[in-house]
């Protein structure tokens, strides 16, 4: 047992994903999100361990990509007491989001500008406020920038959050209807469950989607409603 969180389960098997999802009967199971991977990391060892969705305490990482910062990472995180034994980036990427944001106290939006980072050249052009504050976190979190082709998606209790390289070198789409929330790899993919979503949109790099759960109006129970913040 790698990890263990609260309201939250992750299934892995070997196999298609419809028959994975019978096996574990996922039809019984209900939740307000879902994160799913369809294969073994391909630039890493292809092992279970290294498989996503890859879960610590309540969050859920899918990742599309191959980050050229991998060392580096891992090196400055492991200096922080985390052990990475699983020999894939996406558990670097993890312990990251676990220190910044559980650790540190950083809001997701504050994470997403220390692991997608803007140039040096664009922060500069910013107003002062948002200048001092992109530049405090490069500075003070430099070793967390992740370089390379990526595209995250993070469950968290409460939303989720997409993220792409500040580049957008991965490929990374979002979607509305009603009261539900789309983000794939791939437009076809998003299309397969909702064909004629609201909204469609693709994020800029390194503009996260964030997607928080809030509790609706008293005396309604177990009722729910998405906000999304495209930043």
Not at 52 to 67: A, D, K, M, Q, R
Not at 102 to 115: A, D, F, I, K, P
Not at 116 to 128: D, L, R, V, Y
Request: glycine residues 10%.
């Amino acid at each position: 047992m790698f990890s263990s969180g609260k309201d939250m389960g992750v299934f892995k098997a070997v196999g298609f994903p419809e028959d994975v999802g019978e096996f574990y009967m996922l039809d019984e199971y209900e939740g307000y999100s879902w994160t799913v991977h369809g294969r073994y990391p391909t630039n890493t060892p292809g092992w279970w361990g290294g498989s996503h969705p890859f879960s610590l305490l309540s969050y859920s990482v899918v990742h599309n990509g191959e980050i050229s910062s991998y060392d580096a990472n891992r090196r400055h995180i492991e200096m922080y007491g985390y052990a990475c034994t699983l020999q894939t980036d996406t558990e670097v990427i993890t312990y990251m989001i676990d220190y910044l944001h559980r650790r540190m106290g950083l809001t997701l939006e504050e994470v997403s500008h220390v692991l997608a980072a803007p140039f040096w050249s664009t922060i500069e052009q910013k107003e002062k406020v948002e200048r001092d504050e992109y530049a405090y976190l490069r500075n003070t979190f430099a070793s967390m920038l992740i370089t390379g082709p990526f595209s995250i998606i993070l469950g968290f209790k409460g939303g989720l959050m997409a993220l792409n390289d500040r580049l957008k070198l991965r490929s990374l789409v979002a979607a509305e209807k009603g009261d539900r929330v789309y983000l794939a790899s791939e437009e076809a993919a998003i299309r397969v469950i909702e064909p004629e979503p609201d909204r469609l949109w693709y994020p800029s790099g390194g503009k996260a989607v964030i997607v928080t759960l809030d509790a609706m109006q008293e005396g309604e129970e177990n009722g729910h409603q998405l906000s999304v913040s495209a930043l």
